[in-house]
């Protein structure tokens, strides 16, 4: 019953943008700390923003900062992240995740028990 759906994954050239977002259902984004993560082939999976559900407190990786932007409608109970100025490292498959709200978010699966099945992101010329 509780479930995360990601969409707007696809191609991109190097330079462009995409948006991706995530639907939840059976839970309320509002009450939790949400974060997206991502795993290319051969390498370790990487928390790339969170945004905590009170203080609105955000995390980025060093990766990403100044290009992505994660954010949250409560009333769609839909969370999205932005991505600008996309590189072929960023190429990977994204995750959309949801926590219990004990503390600010942190950019650690660990701390995320609802997770979205992923959507893949391909930046290539």
């Known amino acids: 019953q509780l479930q995360l759906v990601e969409f707007g994954g696809g191609l991109a050239q190097p330079g462009g943008s995409l948006t991706l977002s995530c639907a939840a259902s059976g839970f309320s984004l509002e009450y939790s700390n949400i974060g997206w993560f991502r795993q290319a082939p051969g390498k370790e999976r990487e928390g790339v923003s969170c945004?905590?559900?009170?203080?609105?407190?955000?995390n980025y990786a060093d990766s990403v900062k100044g290009r992505f932007t994660i954010s949250r409608d409560n009333a769609k109970n839909t969370m999205y992240l932005q991505m600008n100025s996309l590189k072929p490292e960023d190429t990977a498959v994204y995750s959309c995740a949801a926590g219990l709200p004990f503390r600010q978010c942190q950019l650690s699966a660990k701390n995320y028990d609802n997770w979205g099945q992923g959507t893949q992101v391909t930046v290539s010329s």
């Open positions: 945004i905590s559900s009170s203080s609105g407190t955000t």
